[in-house]
């Protein structure tokens, strides 16, 4: 129902480009959902295709009944964001998919922490303690207050954006955007 | 998983509502202002649920057009993930299709939802149709949701083109609202 983002980007969330440029693509995901997955390699390109125009962010949304693995590893993602590399935990929770149906265990989440050189024991005791949980509850809550229904869900410098999100036409949306500016 | 999960995103188009609307039938629905009609239906093969037990608490009515189908499990299991939210504001959630009972029975466990489901089965969508619900060109409920106030009376419908699963930010603000006029807290 709502088209308009509810809450801005700030301090909290995971961005990735320039803060002055043109165009903000926000999307709330969720690691397990194959659509997101889907989207992962079209955000690579239409990033490296917009270059210093766009602003990426991702935000948590875990269905957990049906992904029970989702909230985990938006968890193991904020952890390796506090060792400043949220970046590669996400591309490699999506990418890692292609390994099989167990990618998002907890003994996969720890290995992917070593292989970023980060302290794989933090990230264990980070999700005993569910360290990481209370935020990305609030980013699901925060996509609910937006009228975020499903996974992916994309908004264009704050406005919700329900067209095609194949390479092409997504770019197209970007690229209108940023002109608009 | 979602109903944005095509690319093409043609599931969220709104070529349903016909009038223009961003909505579905909004305008068929019973309004605002109005007493809920009460009525009594299946949550189980041998329990039933009725409506006016809930006074003194709100009550979220979700009508959707059929267990099962892709957006509809979306969107319940969406409701199942922010049923906290709703119950922090003291109501209570209640999805109603024309599925029977055993039907909803399987549907609820195989998604494990945590709310009833009721089965407007027999006379086949006489709820529904009392609120306004009801699509009589292809025999299931309208994807409509109601929020009902403590004392019975519709604070807010809407309904949502068939295919496009309505989210839940209207009800949390129709439900927000509730609390805002004088009265107080309400029971619960």
């Known amino acids: 129902m709502s088209t308009r983002l509810r809450s801005p980007v700030g301090e909290n ?126 980013s699901f809550i925060g996509g609910v207050r937006s009228g975020v229904n499903g996974t992916p869900t994309f908004f264009i410098n704050g406005i919700r954006y329900d067209g095609s999100w194949e390479t092409a036409p997504l770019l197209r949306a970007l690229e209108e955007a940023a002109a608009s500016r | 998983m979602s109903v944005n999960s095509d690319p093409n995103g043609t599931s969220r188009s709104h070529s349903e509502s016909g009038g223009g609307q961003a909505g579905g039938h909004t305008e068929r629905l019973l309004q605002p202002g109005t007493v809920a009609p009460d009525f009594t239906l299946h949550s189980t093969p041998d329990q039933t649920v009725t409506l006016s037990e809930f006074r003194g608490q709100p009550v979220i009515l979700a009508f959707y057009p059929a267990d099962w189908s892709p957006v509809c499990g979306d969107q319940m299991a969406l409701y199942n993930e922010i049923l906290p939210e709703f119950r922090k504001l003291g109501a209570e959630l209640l999805g109603i299709s024309v599925d029977g009972s055993w039907c ?58 068939v295919g496009v699963n309505p989210g839940a930010d209207g009800i949390l603000e129709a439900l927000e609202g509730l609390h805002e006029p004088a009265g107080g807290e309400q029971g619960q």
């Open chain 1, 13 to 138: 969330d995971y961005v990735r480009g320039p803060d002055d440029a043109p165009v903000t693509l926000v999307e709330y995901g969720d690691y397990e959902c194959p659509h997101c997955a889907r989207a992962f390699p079209i955000i690579e390109e239409v990033s490296a295709r917009l270059g210093d125009q766009l602003r990426f962010v991702y935000r948590d949304f875990p269905l957990r009944e049906a992904h029970p693995r989702a909230e985990p590893a938006a968890e193991a993602a904020a952890w390796a964001g506090e060792g400043g590399k949220f970046w590669e935990m996400h591309d490699t929770l999506f990418e890692r998919r292609a390994d099989g149906p167990a990618w998002l265990d907890d003994d996969r989440l720890l290995e992917y922490a070593s292989e970023l050189g980060l302290d794989a024991s933090g990230l264990e005791s980070a999700l005993e303690d569910e360290r990481y949980l209370a935020g990305v509850r609030a």
């Open chain 2, 104 to 161: 909803h029975a399987a549907f609820r466990e195989a998604r494990n939802l945590q709310f009833p489901l009721l089965s407007d089965f027999e006379p086949k969508g006489e709820v529904c149709r009392k609120f306004g619900a009801y699509r009589d060109e292809d025999g299931i409920a309208e994807r409509a949701l109601f929020v009902i106030d403590a004392k019975g009376t519709i604070a807010w419908s809407y309904c949502s083109p």
